[in-house]
């Protein structure tokens, strides 16, 4: 079995896509607060999890999430 090596700050990228797609973003919240990042700066984090992405983009992912979690 072979590995491939993906750098920390895209393996977090795709770890907070796959808890949000998974969970939801309120649960996603709920997770990552349980473990520490709510004391980290939001700022920060907030222009990784949303750079390059549009408010119109913004709302229809919470849009698609929203029916996917009814």
Sequence with gaps: MSTTFIPQPILYEKAIEALIEKLGIS??????VSLGYGRKDYTQLR???????????????????EKREK
Excluded: P, Y
Aim: some cysteine.
């Design 47 to 65: 222009k990784k999890l949303f750079k390059g992405k549009t408010i119109d983009v913004l709302c229809k992912e919470v849009q698609r999430m």
């Design 27 to 32: 649960k996603a919240t709920e997770f990552w």
